[in-house]
């Protein structure tokens, strides 16, 4: 088992690597996606959205899986598996939203508020992406980190504006207020599971310095 | 030739506690399975206590002038207590229950040199000072080198791995270099072994106790005394094995208990004393105090109850 481990170069651990990296580029795909059905107001790119969270739920397994299977010390094991959760309740949690977007009428004056919040989401999720490499790479993640930290401030500023129009906005049915509510709420919150998943990726990094 | 079964039994007992030495932070961090890690140390001792183990086989018989019926009683005392205390999972000394045997021994007939034993017991307190310095000392200088040559994660995960099971090789090596004069380095001194046949029979008789009764010490030592991640039991495991080498060079068979306990607290020293548990460490030194005292008396009774 040893000399496996040692001739085979860490075939496992990149093996997991580079399903994490293909997960982490799904989620940038996924929010770019969401960001463009917004703009344009398109259902199917919504839909297309669900089938990305479908696509990721099948590498998360995968990743667990191989984790468990032997990749990496298994001191490191909870941590990394526990980052992958948390990716995929990133990618929940954009379903949901995507799932809210389509039962509801947008109101116009919201939509270049949710489509800044979507961009900054997109942005983040890349931000998310370098942290990863750099991490795999040994590098220091305090800058990327706090980068996520000051979109995640930027999406918290915007959620602020976005409440106090949406009390602006006349409800006649209960539902339909409901969902627009969920759908903000779902919105603003996706940075708040990406600024996690950065800080596992800082946890990772301190326990194997 | 049947006098040397005590020292088959002291030997088996010294290998199920201080088997735990080597390979209990790998095994608790989960990097070595139990099987693997005693399957090495049974190993390594073997080899080591063939190669090097006559460089601390006199000291120990010439502690006291001892006739092969008290080898065989000192062995026997010592491995009792080295059992008794195994069995509460207090990681113990073999080279303080072997010492206070023979001077037990030798008060009783009064041949007893205590111009050695303040040699051994000088060596005792420098092991676990000896540790900490290598602890420390290690863990600044491979942190340093590995933050510069290795900073990737996947490779940094291979050599914690490989330099884990590596310098558990390594500690199983000087163990058996070492302590294989505890178990019959008395014999040698009696005359009733040479030391080339000392030491492989205490080598196999090590090997045979890491083999069949090690889980529970090792278990202790790797969680009970502090918080490990791979580097520092890597650390811990290559401080213990270079103090132990350090002392076989000297000559005076020391306790890898006390070798891993100082790297342990080494390491502690350097994120802060909090980590180290109190309780654990007041458990353990009272064993070390208990060890030799009770080894001694035992020896007393036994020659003194036997039949002249």
Known sequence: ?209 | MWKIISGIFLGWSLGANDSANIFGTGVTTGIVKYRTAILLTAIFVLIGSTIEGSKCMRIVGDLSRLVPIEAFLCALAAAITMTILTYFAIPASTSQAIVGAVIGAGILSGSADFSKLIKIVACWILTPIGGIIFGYLLYHGLKFIFDKTIPSLTYRNTIYTVGILMAGCYGAYSLGANNVANVTGIYVGSGLLSCQMAALIGGLSIASGALTYGKKVMLTVGKGIAPLDPFTALVTVLAEALTLHLFTQIGVPVSSSQAVVGAVVGVGIVGGVRTLNPKMLVKIAVGWLMTPFAAGLMTMLFIYVMPA
């Not at chain 1, 929010?31 to 398109?42: H, I, R, S, V």
């Not at chain 1, 929940?92 to 509801?104: I, V």
């Not at chain 1, 990327?144 to 009390?167: G, N, S």
Request: net charge negative; aromatic share 10%.
């Open chain 1, 1 to 209: 088992m040893f000399l496996e481990k040692i001739f085979s170069k860490g075939k496992k651990e990149n093996q997991v690597i580079g399903h994490i990296t293909k997960q982490i580029k799904l989620l940038c795909t996924a929010f770019g996606f969401f960001k463009t059905a917004l703009e344009t107001d398109n259902p199917s790119l919504m839909q297309q959205v669900m089938d990305i969270e479908r696509a990721a739920d099948t590498i998360r397994r995968d990743i667990i899986s191989r984790i468990y299977e032997g990749a990496f010390l298994p001191y490191l094991r909870p941590d990394l598996c526990k980052f992958v959760e948390v990716v995929d309740n990133i990618f929940d949690l954009l379903e949901d939203t995507a799932y809210r977007y389509l039962d509801l009428k947008l109101p116009e004056q919201l939509r270049s508020e949710c489509i800044q919040v979507a961009f900054l989401n997109r942005r983040i999720s890349e931000m998310l992406l370098i942290t990863f490499e750099s991490m795999i790479k040994g590098e220091d993640l305090r800058e990327k980190i706090l980068a996520i930290r000051i979109y995640e401030k930027k999406i918290d500023d915007i959620k602020f504006d976005l409440i106090r129009d949406a009390r602006k906005i006349e409800i006649t049915n209960f539902w339909d207020g409901e969902i627009l509510s969920q759908f903000l709420s779902c919105l603003t919150s996706i940075s708040d599971v990406i600024e996690d998943a950065s800080d596992y990726l800082q946890v990772i990094h301190l326990s194997m310095k």
